[in-house]
């Protein structure tokens, strides 16, 4: 079946740092989201892309459906950006099926 | 702050009983799912509704059953529940089937 590969599984970062979160796919994905596990265990919507990038505070995504990835970087990280970030991508088949990677877990530290 | 809601929060219950989880959205959306967390923790869909039509059913077992009263309401039954019936269930909603996906807060079902 679809794949999502998300990497790394697990990040640490200093405050004020950023680093690079990647989601790779095995077939060809029509669109993209990006969300963040809170706290209580929601997920938030972060990004939702069919092409290109967008940019959102420190936040920023892209995604290249033809190369099979999506990125989301974060910068100048901050304590409440810690979390599970998770990729979720969909293909042309009926029906929106997200496919989710497993989480990439973010750690920022003071 | 979400507009996927989502009863019960958390349901235990002992093996072949009958339950089900409640969803509503107030965002007008058209599309409703339900995601299942497996045991590793990924998210799998098991169904997903546009107005209020069975659009996918991922090969879920018989014994699940969504109930579509209205566009914004997608209910979950699970008749005679087995252990690995155990997870967190996602319900979601978009606006239409090509669109981004919003998700409630789960139901945590423990089956005992």
């Known amino acids: 079946g679809d794949q999502v590969e998300q990497s790394p599984s697990a990040l640490s970062l200093h405050e004020g740092t950023g680093s690079a979160l990647r989601c790779n796919f095995t077939?060809?994905?029509?669109?993209v989201q990006w969300f963040r596990k809170n706290s209580r265990g929601s997920l938030i919507n972060l990004f939702y892309l069919a092409s290109g990038t967008k940019e959102n505070g420190r936040l920023k995504s892209a995604f290249d459906s033809k190369e099979r990835y999506s990125t989301l970087h974060i910068r100048d990280a901050q304590l409440e950006d810690s979390g599970t970030y998770f990729c979720?991508?969909?293909?042309?088949?009926?029906?929106?099926?997200?496919?989710f990677g497993i989480g990439t877990r973010v750690l920022v530290r003071p | 702050e979400t507009a996927v809601f989502q009863t019960p929060n958390y349901h235990v219950t002992q093996v072949g009983n009958e339950v089900s989880f409640n969803c509503k959205q107030t965002l007008g959306h058209d599309t409703m799912y339900w995601y299942k967390q497996d045991s590793k923790k990924l998210l799998k869909i098991m169904f997903s509704y546009n107005n209020k039509q069975l659009i996918v059913n991922e090969t879920v077992p018989r014994r699940f059953s969504p109930q579509s009263s209205d566009k914004a309401h997608l209910n979950l039954r699970i008749k005679s529940v087995e252990p690995e019936d155990s997870a967190v269930y996602l319900c979601?909603?978009?606006?239409?089937?090509?669109?981004?996906?919003?998700f409630g807060k789960g139901t945590r079902l423990t089956v005992v």
């Open positions: 077939t060809t994905m029509r669109a």
């Open positions: 979601a909603s978009s606006q239409t089937l090509n669109t981004e996906v919003f």
């Open positions: 979720a991508a969909t293909t042309n088949s009926a029906g929106n099926k997200l496919t």
